[in-house]
């Protein structure tokens, strides 16, 4: 898998935009970007993951630049319940590579 | 629809006494994972069942034996705990191995 670096941390008004930037510049052509998030004291949770195109679903929105080395994970308006550490992850999709190994992620703190 | 549920929530165990983790899933999910998880560490994959029927050991498989039972439940017995197993111990489904997986809520345990 590729390896992946993200800042240790970050913050956030709330109300904003959350902008938390990935550099996976040796992702290969068939691995995905995931995105999972770790509340404290919470199983880790699934937010988003793409390939090449831009995605969006109710949790958060993927932007992946076009040579696929980094990504954003977009959260449109943090609330304080998003206050977590963020895992971007690259990974074969669909295959057999089933077990997730977290780096140190980013600490976001969403501040009132 | 509940997700992935763990029960207990807490537990205290003695050295040498022996209990199970039970994890149940309503996604129709083929499969399944434990992982534990330690202060300041990332995941670290114990057991995993492909399909049911199937299991597998992951990277920290000893002092661990695990049961598919059905489809939506997997079992994770520990026989005679260790101080060592002190950890929180988190259940975890997917479509198929290598989608994104949806993490049970954890079990935390001490063994004394």
């Known amino acids: 898998d590729a390896k992946t670096t993200q800042p240790t941390s970050m913050d956030c008004a709330e109300g904003r935009a959350a902008n938390l930037p990935c550099n996976h510049s040796t992702i290969s052509g068939n691995e995905y970007v995931y995105w999972y998030r770790q509340i404290h004291s919470q199983g880790p949770q699934y937010i988003i993951h793409?390939?090449?195109n831009n995605e969006t679903n109710e949790m958060a929105s993927l932007i992946i630049t076009e040579d696929r080395k980094s990504s954003t994970l977009i959260l449109p308006h943090a609330t304080l319940r998003d206050t977590a550490v963020y895992y971007c992850i690259a990974l074969n999709s669909g295959g057999s590579n089933y077990k997730l190994t977290f780096g140190k992620g980013t600490l976001l703190t969403v501040n009132p | 629809n509940a997700g992935v549920t763990q029960t207990p929530k807490f537990q205290v165990l003695k050295t040498g006494q022996s209990m199970t983790l039970q994890c149940a899933q309503d996604?129709?999910?083929?499969?399944m994972y434990w992982y534990r998880q330690d202060p300041g560490m990332g995941l670290r994959l114990i057991y995993y069942s492909a399909s049911e029927g199937t299991t597998d050991k992951g990277e920290v498989p000893n002092g661990y034996n695990v049961s598919r039972l059905n489809k939506r439940e997997f079992s994770l017995r520990l026989e005679s705990a260790a101080p060592s197993q002190t950890s929180v111990y988190f259940c975890?489904?997917?479509?198929?191995?290598?989608?994104?997986?949806?993490f049970g809520p954890g079990t935390r345990l001490t063994v004394t």
């Open positions: 975890a489904s997917s479509a198929g191995t290598g989608y994104e997986q949806y």
């Open positions: 996604m129709n999910h083929n499969s």
């Open positions: 793409g390939l090449k």
